[in-house]
């Protein structure tokens, strides 16, 4: 039904985008992406939520992706986020992602105007009717108030090629199961949530899209390399040193935890996110600073 090794198992890093007085470093960029390759991820996944997508101009949409490709040159796969809340922007940032060469796209649920499952089947069966490149449906409710319904994930799967993978950002064990158990062993699950990680590969994902590995991309990829292999004992284990850090990115609306973990470990020269995110408040500041 897919091409074969268009999604592999692995880590995929959801990557932050820096920003320094309020323009793209791409010095921040390149130590991000070259610490990613270094730590032997599967792929990066740039201008995604953890990206801030939505306060991306078209301008910094464009050259993100673009050195992004030329300072990968090939190394690991990259992604790019393509969703909207309207169908005709997201095929745009399909077409635009597919000429600047990047590997695949992800294309978030449209949030905000909560279509309906009909809807939704036209809007990702365009956005795959754009490019020939791999697809990723990203199934975040939280976020879109709507779900990719299951049996739409079937009808998508079965209807497009390149649509070969999901990224559920749920903790629906259930909903993963019923996934797996609808679709054939070459559609690709990857967890939304780094804390399901584990859950998620134990019913039949293959890893991770992950926030965390923006800080801690060797101890999630032996995590998931240890799941894959069946091994849930050492990848608890793995897991339980990182527990920490992984149950506080949350703690305000991501990417503001990460970008804070991020600047104060010199990866990147600002933690500053674009309006409206705001910043972290002094509570939190004061409970991620005990990680550090």
Do not use: W
């Not at 030329?70 to 095929?91: E, H, L, M």
């Not at 939280?142 to 319904?149: D, G, K, L, Q, T």
């Not at 801690?216 to 990848?235: F, K, Q, T, W």
């Amino acid at each position: 039904m897919h091409p074969s090794g268009t999604v592999e198992h692995g880590v995929y890093t959801a990557l932050v985008t820096p920003f320094v007085e309020g323009e793209v470093s791409r010095d921040c960029l390149n130590g991000l992406i070259d610490f990613q390759i270094e730590a032997g991820v599967r792929g990066i996944i740039v201008c995604g939520t953890t990206g801030e997508a939505p306060t991306l101009s078209r301008g910094d949409y464009e050259n993100v992706l673009k050195h992004t490709v030329g300072r990968v040159a090939g190394r690991i796969k990259v992604f790019a986020g393509v969703g909207s809340f309207d169908t005709k922007r997201a095929v745009s940032k399909a077409k635009l992602a597919h000429e600047l060469g990047l590997d695949g796209m992800l294309a978030v649920t449209p949030y905000y105007n909560k279509p309906t499952q009909v809807g939704l089947i036209e809007y990702f069966r365009r956005i795959a009717d754009s490019t020939d490149r791999p697809v990723i449906l990203y199934s975040v409710p939280s976020r879109c108030v709507v779900e990719i319904a299951v049996d739409t994930v079937k009808t998508l799967a079965n209807e497009c090629k390149n649509i070969c993978a999901i990224k559920e950002a749920t903790d629906n064990c259930a909903r993963v199961d019923a996934i797996r158990e609808a679709l054939p062993k070459n559609f690709v699950i990857l967890s939304g949530n780094d804390s399901m990680t584990i859950p998620f590969m134990s019913l039949g994902a293959s890893g991770v899209v992950s926030v965390a590995s923006n800080l801690l991309p060797r101890e999630m990829v032996s995590i998931v390399e240890y799941a894959h292999g069946g091994d849930y004992v050492s990848a608890l284990a793995e897991y339980r040193k990182i527990y920490p850090v992984v149950s506080r990115l949350f703690v305000e609306t991501n990417p503001l935890p990460i970008k804070y973990l991020l600047h104060k470990k010199d990866f990147i020269k600002s933690d500053e996110c674009r309006s409206p995110l705001g910043r972290l408040c002094e509570k939190s500041i004061a409970e991620l600073g005990k990680l550090l």
